[in-house]
């Protein structure tokens, strides 16, 4: 038979056909389809801090950081335009900045540079999960792009339930011993601790204190992803790793929001020592550079450069180039929930059955709405209010968030972030009228 190929879904990978592929697609659809419409969905930094004269300026500062350290010009040139080491160019700038900001001291060998934070996800999931008794566990809501990893590798994920209030490790310890009792095997826990995406919650100093504990316990990893600390308003409590003293956190970093997204630079610390069957011990890092090498082969070696010149630039010191953008974001979300508060009256929500969190830092909170708040409702909300959010039942992996929205605050301007309330308050009126029960 001739003719053009046609290839049957079903014999694609399952994947494919996963709800949570989709969801990007469908977002970016929405957004393009109805531009004129004020989006609270972009989990991005805002376009106003971005200069593109700086570009070329921090990359002579690593020009000159290389030079200063012995490098010829042939060394410079190799550096900039060859593929580079798989584990990263920038890996002794990196542990700097760590030690400098986050009070996190690692040797460069234990840390690999990703195109990314969800590369450095896809690495450490695939060298954990070993067979089909492995399992990775992860909040709920958590981070879309962790589920995703998950469902390419075909990896079992197993959620554990955050409250209103927060994260809770009893709830953890109980998730462990379920699928104990299953007959799987707890690798690790995936965990945002500080602002996290989508709910905005943060940890507790003590329940962080807990966790690893719990993590030493039960002899399983935690998965440290936290993008928003350096780029949100006050003092941070320390990272997981910080309080690490048992290498049993593996830290996912990005330099996607404190830098800029574009250069797609992210990296993984991975302390953990691997005893190979002859007794011999080497780093978890250099095991995920093994599948690094397979998969993206090395990070953009002129987004590194780019990045390290940044860094560079401010002594070593991301929280000193975010010092602006750290007060802008506080101030965006501040005025998205005084925006929230002057849209409705406490007698309102109570009649409405509307509330809100209130994070202290972060890219993003969470609205409960007496409908259900599903594609159907974006559309209608895109369409006929101009106001664009994010489903939260996006986020649960086993279902759940059918009546939450996710706004997004780091990427509008404050006369958006007006406009955009009073139109979503529309919507919210108007929904609840012909779906009060959802």
Not at 332 to 356: C, K, M, P, Y
Request: glycine share 10%; net charge negative; with cysteine.
């Amino acid at each position: 038979m001739t003719g053009p190929a046609r290839l049957r879904m079903d014999e694609l990978h399952g994947s494919l056909g996963d709800p949570v592929l989709g969801t990007m697609n469908f977002l970016n659809g929405i957004t393009h389809r109805y531009p004129q419409a004020i989006s609270f969905a972009p989990g991005r930094p805002y376009d106003g801090f971005f200069d593109t004269d700086q570009i070329t300026q921090y990359l002579s500062r690593y020009q000159e950081y290389l030079e200063k350290g012995g490098a010829t010009s042939g060394d410079v040139r190799s550096a900039l335009f060859q593929y580079g080491p798989t584990a990263g160019l920038i890996r002794e700038v990196i542990a700097d900045w760590l030690s400098l900001d986050e009070d996190i001291h690692v040797a460069p060998e234990s840390i690999v540079v990703t195109v990314g934070a969800q590369e450095a996800m896809l690495l450490t999931v695939r060298a954990l999960v070993a067979g089909r008794q492995d399992v990775i566990l992860v909040s709920s809501p958590c981070y879309m792009g962790i589920t995703g990893v998950g469902r390419l590798l075909d990896a079992e994920m197993a959620a554990v339930p955050e409250h209103p209030d927060g994260f809770r490790c009893a709830d953890l310890e109980a998730a462990i011993r379920a699928e104990r009792a299953r007959g799987r095997r707890p690798r690790a826990f995936y965990v945002i601790p500080d602002h996290a995406n989508p709910s905005g919650t943060t940890i507790p100093l003590e329940t962080r204190r807990e966790l690893l504990e719990l993590a030493a316990r039960e002899d399983i990893l935690l998965l440290e992803d936290s993008p928003y600390r350096v780029v949100s308003p006050g003092r941070q409590l320390p990272t997981l790793k910080a309080l690490d003293r048992h290498c049993r956190v593996v830290h996912l970093g990005s330099f996607s929001k404190t830098l800029f997204p574009g250069a797609r630079v992210g990296f993984v610390v991975a302390d953990q020592r691997v005893v190979d069957a002859t007794g011999r011990t080497g780093l978890l890092a250099d095991e995920l550079t093994k599948i690094k090498s397979m998969v993206t082969v090395n990070t953009s070696a002129l987004s590194q450069a780019v990045v390290a010149g940044m860094l560079l630039s401010a002594d070593g010191r991301a929280s000193k180039l975010n010092t602006r953008t750290s007060a802008y974001y506080g101030k965006a979300l501040r005025d998205v929930l005084d925006q929230l508060d002057q849209e409705f009256s406490e007698d309102e929500r109570t009649a409405l059955g509307i509330r809100w969190n209130k994070p202290t830092g972060g890219f993003f909170l969470s609205v409960q709405v007496p409908f259900s708040a599903d594609n159907t409702a974006l559309k209608r909300s895109a369409e006929e209010f101009g106001v664009i959010w994010t489903p939260l039942s996006y986020f649960y992996p086993e279902g759940g968030g059918e009546h939450g929205l996710r706004l997004s605050v780091s990427y509008l301007t404050r006369d958006e972030i007006g406009r955009g309330i009073e139109r979503l308050g529309r919507f919210v009126r108007a929904q609840s009228a012909i779906s009060p029960e959802g």
